[in-house]
C-alpha cells in the first residue's frame, strides 16, 4: 500500500488543522492505521492510531484531549485533527499502515509498522 500525507502548514499556537492521508494500492481496510511524528534533533514518536474499523483508536498521552484520529474506508483516507496546537508540536507528521487481524488494538509501536507516507512539516507558531 501506497501512502501520500497532507494538510501540513504554518500556523499559530491554539489554532487547529487536520492531516490527511490517502492510501492507494491496497485493501486498505485490513490496516491499521497510526500517525507518527519527528521533531528537528528528535526521536519519531508515536502520535496516534487506529484499529482497521475505526471502532479502536489510542493516544499518546500528551495529545489526548486534543488530536483526534479517525478514518474513513470507504475513501480509503485517514485523518488526524489537532487542536490547540502547541509550539512543541512542530515536527514532520507521518502517518504509517500495518496489516493487522480485524480484532487487534491500534499499533503504537512504529517499529510494527510496514507501510510509511513521505511526511507533511507542522509549524506551530508561538
Known amino acids: 500500500v501506497q501512502l501520500q500525507a497532507s494538510g501540513g502548514g504554518l500556523v499559530q499556537a491554539r489554532d487547529s488543522l487536520r492531516l490527511s492521508c490517502a492510501a492507494s494500492?491496497?485493501?486498505?481496510?485490513?490496516?491499521?492505521m497510526g500517525w507518527f511524528r519527528q521533531a528537528p534533533g528528535k526521536e519519531r514518536e508515536f502520535v496516534a492510531a487506529?484499529?482497521?474499523?475505526?471502532?479502536?483508536?489510542d493516544y499518546a498521552d500528551s495529545m489526548k484531549g486534543r488530536f483526534i484520529i479517525s478514518r474513513d474506508n470507504d475513501k480509503k483516507m485517514a485523518y488526524l485533527q489537532m487542536n490547540s496546537l502547541k509550539p512543541e508540536d512542530t515536527a514532520i507528521y507521518y502517518c504509517?499502515?500495518?496489516?493487522?487481524?480485524?480484532?487487534?488494538?491500534?499499533?503504537?509501536?512504529?517499529?510494527?509498522?510496514?507501510?510509511w507516507g513521505q511526511g507533511t512539516l507542522v509549524t506551530v507558531s508561538s
Open positions: 504509517a499502515a500495518k496489516r493487522l487481524i480485524l480484532s487487534a488494538p491500534p499499533e503504537k509501536n512504529d517499529e510494527r509498522y510496514n507501510y
Open positions: 487506529v484499529s482497521r474499523s475505526g471502532g479502536n483508536t
Open positions: 494500492g491496497g485493501t486498505f481496510s485490513y490496516y491499521g
